[in-house]
């Protein structure tokens, strides 16, 4: 389900199925689209930073054509302890891949790899991004 902005619509709450990740999409072409990320973040339960919350930046491979310094966004990331992905949504290949890790990481959040769990696969990452 896709969301332009927080917090959700509250009418049809009892049909809304359990949301086991959030990801928040930002354009780096666009300060509108990190502002309005950053609005909506007060409105995600902190429990969903353990884990269940990722950054996706679009629009990274036109360097020339951004709004927004990735430090900023990699800023954002570290404050709310979630990971940050980089992509490029033109180029076939990075949208695939991208969409697959995005597809990995549900798995995960949703509880359906046996032994892994949403925070200790943040931890993971966090490890790997300190290095």
Do not use: W
């Amino acid at each position: 389900h896709l969301a332009t902005s927080l917090p959700l619509p509250s009418e049809r709450d009892h049909l809304r199925p359990r949301i086991d990740l959030v990801v928040f999409m930002i354009d780096i072409k666009s300060k509108y689209s990190l502002k309005n990320v950053e609005t909506s973040l007060a409105h995600v339960d902190a429990s969903f930073f353990l884990g269940k919350v990722c950054f996706l930046v679009t629009g990274v491979g036109r360097v020339n054509a951004c709004s927004i310094e990735t430090n900023a966004v990699c800023k954002l990331g570290e404050a709310y302890c979630s990971p940050v992905l980089f992509c490029e949504l033109e180029l076939e290949g990075i949208r695939v891949t991208t969409a697959q890790r995005l597809l990995r990481m549900l798995r995960i959040c949703a509880g359906h790899i046996p032994g892994v769990s949403a925070l200790s696969f943040v931890s993971l990452m966090r490890k790997s991004y300190d290095d």
